[in-house]
């Protein structure tokens, strides 16, 4: 102990209490790789479309916002393609956060791990029965004679939804360049609308430094402006099509004219000729 360190800290007064300059910190605090969690939500052992990889283990605990992205997109799912296995979900944080077994991340509840619906090689869809690698064919052997293939549509279906949703606000799908090739080549034939192949294209993404992610897929939502300002650090973009924000008309020299004037009578016509950025309705 050194309490010539503490001094400072005491001085800048008590954790824990909010003031205009250090607001409570709160939800997913820090990054991603070094941080923790307050008012977790658990993901339950099962439900509607889903199932636990590991049912008694502690660290299913999430940003609500992340449990609830995962209910969502498991059940539309289930409701899209009826008949199925469940998803099988990984692992997310600890209850309060910070470092668990096995991985680098997952300490701040914005990191779920899913295995891939899988199908026999016929095409059955049979419950994931864990990590299993697939090659760029969307085959994986599992035992010496059993094979499994990549259930295509049930996995681009389950990326669809969490690219689309603007509630769950995902930042990253962290996956194989095999896989991403096999689900955006499947969601082209289908003709999927264009802008969700591009979305689920930028936000789908092999990671460099790690395992490269053909055995399932990481994802991770983003921080929302509200958990910014109470902790949460993002490090990555924030992608334009999770703004909620209206579009602000272009602030032209006559509506900039009229802000500034005293009586500015003629605010709304200025507002109105003034053309929104990307608007298209
Ligand atoms: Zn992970």
New binding site residues.
Partial sequence: MRPALLLPLVTAGCFGVPTPLAPSVDGSVGVPHAGVLRGAEELPARGPGFVRLRPKSPNYWGNPRLVEGIRAAAGAVAQALPGGAPLVV??ISARRGGKIPG?R??RTGR???LLFYVTTPSGAPVPSPGFVKFGTDGLAQVKDELHLRLDVERNWVLVRELVSSREAQVQWL?ASRGVEALLIDYARARGEPPDVIWRAETMLLEPGDSSPHDD?I?VRFACSADEEVAGCEGGGPRWEWLVSHPPLPELDARALGEIASEDPFGLEAAFSVAPAPGGDG
């Fill in positions: 990984g692992d991985h991340s997952h990191d779920v791990d962290f399932h990481h």
